[in-house]
């Protein structure tokens, strides 16, 4: 192996070392503030679903799983996996939000439209540090 070739699969390792820890750390801190923080994520719930507070709490306890099940090895793959479900089941309150932007004072419009294509990539970096078929040893 070339001494390039070496050095992009070392600099690879990191960033995908990084980008977990990262990942994990968000989630953790996304789920902790739905506990903190509950009346902000219930304004996101569409309309018309039933217990949207219960929602919120449910979200948040799974985000914090996820995000600690990243971080042990035997449960990464798993936790991937519940994360990108997770993603997925949230997607319509992202969308929902979008739609119905004068409602959140707190983000512009744009940045609103801009979440939805950032949910893709999420999905895109937790597949990656968990759930792809490399080695999954990036601690």
Known sequence: ????HSSLRRLFFVSRS?????????????GINHFVSPDFYVQMIPDGWPKPRWLVFIS????????????????RKVAGFGLIALLIAVFPANVHMAMHADRYDAFSPTALIARLPFQAVLIALVWWVACSRRKHNVE
């Open 18 to 30: 990084v980008c977990l820890w990262l990942i994990a750390g968000l989630f953790m801190l996304a």
């Open 1 to 4: 192996m070339s001494k390039f």
């Open 60 to 75: 948040g306890f799974f985000e914090i799983l996820g995000g600690a099940g990243l971080l042990i090895e035997r449960l």
